[in-house]
């Protein structure tokens, strides 16, 4: 049975699935399996879960990247199943994104990186965009080398450099999609400050998918744990880390085996 003892502030939340499921090959692959949640508005979230369940293929609904087979999704008050393409392109306005990758243009400098939203879509000047661009790189650090390239950036600057992408437009829902995954212990402890600057600095709903147990307990204001297509859990660290769930106790298990190699 899924647990909370977090309150909606809304009526509506900025986020929320109802019964969703997905399938692949024709029904054949069930991925999602009636996942019903709510993100609490303002406060940061983990979905965790191992690989393959399905933590991917729920983002691209929230998205409204994949349609569900069943269920419904619905950002700001809105069920996605009920926009045409034009209204839906609008709603993704209000998502920031920081890709695993971080995604930057290779031929594009951090200057014109975080820049490019706001000239796609503003009609700002130029004075105006740099002053934007210089605030939000500011807020994760980085007060010089707007002229670098990304092959010049370490992975941690190039995550600065991609969550100021993310935040340039003010979205209202910040997602980050595997945002430790691949990183060396220093960077992934850098990435896990600038998570924790914007969800001070911020306050948006932000909604991380993840395997990074350390960063989600930590971190978050709340943990989803998706397992076989279905959410077994939902409420807080502490909640999570007390959990009678057998296979939550073993993902946290798994976790603790690791820690003590560097037990002296």
Do not use: C
Not at 95 to 119: E, H, I, K, T, W
Not at 170 to 185: A, H, R, W
Request: hydrophobic residues 45%.
């Amino acid at each position: 049975m899924v647990k909370s003892n977090i309150v909606s502030s809304k009526q509506f939340e900025s986020v929320r699935l109802e019964n969703v499921s997905k399938s692949f090959r024709g029904g054949l692959d069930p991925v999602l399996k009636g996942v019903s949640i709510e993100f609490p508005e303002g406060k940061l979230t983990y979905i965790l879960g191992s690989s393959g369940a399905g933590k991917s293929v729920l983002l691209k609904h929230i998205l409204g990247l994949l349609q569900p087979d069943e269920g419904s999704v619905w950002v700001a008050g809105r069920n996605l199943q009920d926009l045409n393409r034009v209204e839906l392109s609008q709603l993704r306005l209000k998502f920031g994104m920081l890709f695993q990758s971080a995604a930057l243009f290779d031929d594009l400098s951090v200057y014109d990186n975080v820049a490019f939203p706001l000239r796609e879509h503003t009609s700002l000047s130029e004075d105006e965009i740099l002053q934007i661009v210089q605030e939000k790189l500011s807020i994760l650090g980085m007060k010089t080398g707007l002229d670098k390239m990304p092959n010049e950036l370490s992975g941690g600057m190039k995550k600065r450099v991609g969550l100021a992408r993310a935040i340039i437009r003010e979205p209202s829902i910040l997602l980050y999609d595997e945002p430790t995954t691949g990183l060396d212990p220093v960077t992934r402890t850098t990435v896990d400050e600038l998570i924790a600057t914007l969800k001070h600095e911020l306050k948006l709903t932000s909604i991380v998918i993840s395997h990074d147990l350390v960063s989600a307990l930590l971190l978050a204001d709340a943990i989803a744990f998706l397992y076989a297509g279905k959410i077994i859990f939902f409420g807080t660290p502490h909640e999570f880390k007390v959990s009678n769930e057998e296979v939550i106790q073993s993902f946290i298990s798994a976790e603790r085996r690791a820690l003590r190699a560097f037990e002296v």
